[in-house]
């Protein structure tokens, strides 16, 4: 039995076969480690250009917060686009952001071209405000069609309340372009997929030691090793000691998650839509209908405590009731937790290390387009195709601050949290 965490992806897993631990030598032009969805986006545009690759993961494909998210593909990163703009002007920023839709379309067309239905893909993606400011969201809209010609709808308040019923909510943008999918069975796919092409991949074997500073790099783990010409590390926030340098600059912070029970006639009184939704603050509550509209999946709230919190099911529990009354008393059947990866500039850390050693990690809970753009130009990187990895150069391998800065990480959620509840009891 494939060691997931119960979660709703676990309980619903379209391939649920094993693969092998490394023994043994294998020989590569590239060895990945870690078979989350960077690794495996990596992986597949790499063997799509005709080079030979081994992938290790410590667990199984899609293990940690790969197979374990929201399930939300939609563009941007962590850092918003006017701060990108602010560090490093608006025409590097703009590339950035494009970077970012791009990669919402490479998960569209592996789902397409792969034919990967149980993705599950649903359209539409909601972004709520808890306040009262059509404006801001208005220039948002524009600024979206006229610095990428991308489509936003505004959504004024009876609009929003007739679609998602909570006096929580005002104004909101609708992304028709954006989805939302099964994450694990679509790692899970991608994983066949390279499989297909001749890549080969390996469970339950932690890369335990590096050799990096020759031409020809070796990997071992507890029974193997590989020898290979590139490495690629995409352990995010599961990035352990193998090279001290990536574990000190990722921030480890946890998101949770629920699956309520089915409930599909009392969920219709309060969320009318299969687009998915999110709030605008900054730990916002994130939700949608699964399950054809029988259950609700809904994630929020974070914190640098790597373990999981007491409880955990009823305080995601009081966030849905708090938002939706009329959801009182509905019933959780599963709740978990994973572990995400930032960096201090919330900005993905995407580049070179040394000569032929690439990470490609930090994704702060925006990873299911970046980790797709992130291994696609590591891959164009490789094979020399294109050096866009460039563009992520003025965001490197900062250090986290060890247990200070885990500690301001965490004195920062709760001083948002104190702006967000200020500003939503001026709106009345």
């Known amino acids: 039995m494939i060691p997931y965490i119960d979660s709703y992806y676990s309980r619903t897993l379209a391939d649920p076969r094993e693969r092998a631990a490394l023994a043994g030598i294998e020989t590569a032009d590239v060895c990945i480690i870690g078979a989350g969805l960077a690794g495996l986006t990596t992986a597949l545009e790499l063997v799509r250009a005709g080079r030979s690759v081994v992938l290790l993961e410590a667990e199984a494909v899609g293990w940690g917060a790969s197979g374990r998210n929201g399930g939300f593909v939609s563009p941007g990163y962590s850092r918003g686009l006017s701060s990108l703009e602010a560090a490093i002007g608006e025409e590097p920023a703009r590339k950035l952001y494009g970077l970012s839709i791009e990669g919402m379309d490479i998960v569209a067309e592996n789902i397409r071209a792969l034919g990967i239905t149980d993705a599950q893909r649903v359209d539409g993606i909601l972004r709520v405000i808890r306040y009262n400011d059509p404006g801001s969201l208005q220039r948002m809209r524009n600024k979206a069609w006229d610095r990428h010609n991308y ?8 609009k929003v309340r007739e679609t998602l019923v909570s006096k929580k909510y005002r104004q ?3 992304d028709p372009q954006a989805f939302h999918i099964h994450p694990l069975n679509y790692a899970r796919a991608l994983a066949a997929a390279i499989e297909a092409a001749g890549g080969r991949i390996f469970e339950h074997s932690r890369a335990v030691s590096a050799e990096l500073d020759q031409p020809e ?29 990536l574990r000190d600059s990722q921030l480890p912070i946890a998101t949770y998650v629920l699956i309520t029970e089915p409930a599909p006639e009392r969920l219709a009184t309060a969320i009318r839509t299969r687009a998915a939704a999110l709030d605008d603050r900054r730990a916002s509550d994130y939700y949608r209908l699964v399950d054809d509209g029988r259950r609700l999946l809904w994630g929020g709230r974070i914190t640098t405590r790597t373990s999981e919190p007491r409880r955990l099911a009823e305080m995601l529990r009081r966030s849905i009731t708090d938002t939706y009354p009329q959801l009182d008393g509905i019933k959780v059947e599963a709740a978990w937790t994973g572990l995400m990866s930032y960096a201090r500039h919330l900005m993905p850390q995407i580049g070179q290390l040394q000569p032929n050693v690439w990470h490609c990690l930090g994704f702060g809970g925006h990873g299911l387009n970046t980790t797709a753009i992130g291994g696609r130009v590591v891959a164009e990187a490789i094979t020399g195709q294109s050096d ?14 060890g247990p200070a800065g885990r500690a301001a990480v965490q004195l920062t959620y709760w001083r948002y949290q104190a702006l967000d509840w200020l500003r939503e009891a001026r709106a009345g």
Not at 153 to 158: E, L, Q, S, V
Not at 217 to 238: D, L, P, Q, S
Request: glycine residues 12%; positive net charge.
């Open 151 to 158: 489509r936003l709808d505004f959504w004024d308040t009876d």
């Open 172 to 174: 909101a943008l609708l």
């Open 217 to 245: 790099k070796i990997i071992r783990t507890a029974a193997g090793e590989v020898r290979a010409e590139h490495v690629v590390f995409t352990g995010g926030g599961y990035t352990d000691r193998l090279v001290p340098r």
């Open 388 to 401: 866009r990895v460039r563009l992520f150069e003025p965001f490197g391998l900062v250090w986290n601050g």
